[in-house]
């Protein structure tokens, strides 16, 4: 923990655009009560350099955006008023999904940027506003993902699209818990039956390569997968 809450406070809260995860510090000071923990995730909120902006417009800043979606929730959760900034980066992120999967604008488009997009947009469907263009964004998103991307004998998506052959099952469960989601919003067995080859493929494959980023990355929201792959199944054990 304090190697990370430390190098936030060392930079006065100005970390990269793409180094920006205030979750772990929201958790420690709501499980210990630990005031600095909740001064550096707040920070990270106001003083990264696309915090002002809410992202940016272009694709190429869609990890930026979902990263500012994130730090201004979390923020608020903490105590703060709303980002002024937040419905911008929203409009943002799914003006990314846009670019990447109706106007084909990226020819070096990731997967996995896109998780981290669809991360993001639920995170601010749940605890925002039931926006009723996310559910239809993510929902393509995924169905192209699928299309283009998905390497069945490797069980992974490609890393980008410009190595169309180069698969990236370390980067699976950045991706699976969105098929998780669509499958509880819809009740399409489509999502979960993907979402399940998605998260065994990042289980059996991704994690034999995985260092200390890789793991990070696996753990970041794959309990989410778990959650709402089991409450979608809730009605039908109950019957």
């Given at each position: 923990?304090?190697?990370?809450r430390?190098?936030?406070?060392s930079?006065k ?13 929201c958790?420690h000071?709501?499980r210990t009560?630990?005031e ?11 003083r990264t350099p696309?915090?002002?902006?809410g992202?940016g ?11 500012c979606?994130?730090?201004y929730?979390?923020?608020e959760?903490?105590?703060?008023p ?14 990314h999904?846009e ?7 990226s020819k ?9 997009t669809?991360e993001a ?5 749940e ?6 263009r996310?559910?239809?964004?993510i ?8 299309k283009?991307?998905w ?5 992974a998506f490609?890393?980008r ?7 990236a099952?370390?980067l ?8 998780a989601w669509v ?8 999502y979960?039956?993907?979402g399940d080859?998605l998260f ?8 034999e390569?995985a260092?200390?980023?890789?793991f ?6 794959s309990f989410?997968?778990?959650r709402?792959?089991?409450e ?8």
């Open positions: 923990l304090e190697t990370y430390g190098y936030v406070f930079l809260g100005r970390v990269p655009g793409w180094r920006v995860f205030p979750h772990g510090l958790m000071f709501q009560g630990d600095k923990s909740k001064a550096a995730a707040i920070l990270l909120s106001k696309y915090s002002s902006v992202g417009p272009g694709e190429d800043y869609s990890r930026e955006t979902a990263y979606i994130n730090a929730l979390v923020a959760a903490l105590g703060e709303r980002h002024p900034k937040l419905e911008q980066a929203v409009e943002y992120a799914l003006g999904i670019q990447w999967f109706v106007q084909n604008s070096n488009w990731a997967p996995f940027m896109f998780g981290l669809c947009l639920i995170s601010y469907h605890k925002v506003r039931k926006d009723p996310i559910l239809p964004a929902k393509m998103g995924l169905d192209e993902c699928w283009r991307a390497i069945e004998e490797q069980q490609f890393y699209a410009d190595n169309p052959t180069e698969a099952p370390t699976n469960l950045l991706v699976a818990p969105a098929f499958h509880l919003q819809t009740g399409d067995t489509k979960r039956d993907r080859k065994a493929g990042g289980v059996q494959r991704g994690m390569r260092g200390g980023k890789q990070s990355q696996n753990y970041r929201w989410d997968y778990v709402w792959r089991t979608a199944e809730l009605p039908r054990i109950g019957n």
